[in-house]
């Protein structure tokens, strides 16, 4: 029902920025968040941070002053821009979509792995 294509991974050095892109497509009415995850080598799926139709953000405290979620309603695009990379950065992350009065994510994007070398 919801497709969702992220982009803009890479390998950036520690100190760097990477701005990550998710590109919602079919019934994008039915999405009340989006949120971005992302799992890194022998860990488990971590949160990073949201953006619900209301235009609230959350973000995990690991990313906080680092990271901001923006959304781009004309292109039905949400966005990650990810500023002070640190090595513990490094991960494959996933972009998700919530669906209204859903209680779980509901539809996930492909990943992008993010590398960051120190």
């Known amino acids: 029902q919801v497709q969702l294509v992220e982009s803009g991974g890479g390998l950036v050095q520690a100190g760097g920025s990477l701005r990550l892109s998710c590109a919602a497509s079919?019934?994008?009415?039915?999405?009340?968040?989006m949120g971005w995850h992302r799992q890194g080598p022998g860990k488990q799926r971590e949160l990073v941070a949201t953006?619900?139709?209301?235009?609230?953000?959350n973000y995990a405290d690991s990313v906080k002053g680092r990271f901001t979620v923006s959304r781009d309603n004309a292109k039905n695009t949400v966005y990650l821009q990810m500023n002070s990379l640190k090595p513990e950065d490094t991960a494959v992350y996933y972009c998700?979509?919530?669906?209204?009065?859903?209680?779980?994510?509901?539809?996930w994007g492909q990943g992008t792995q993010v590398t960051v070398s120190s």
């Open positions: 998700a979509a919530k669906r209204i009065s859903a209680r779980t994510w509901d539809y």
């Open positions: 079919g019934r994008i009415f039915d999405i009340n968040a």
């Open positions: 953006f619900s139709r209301g235009g609230t953000t």
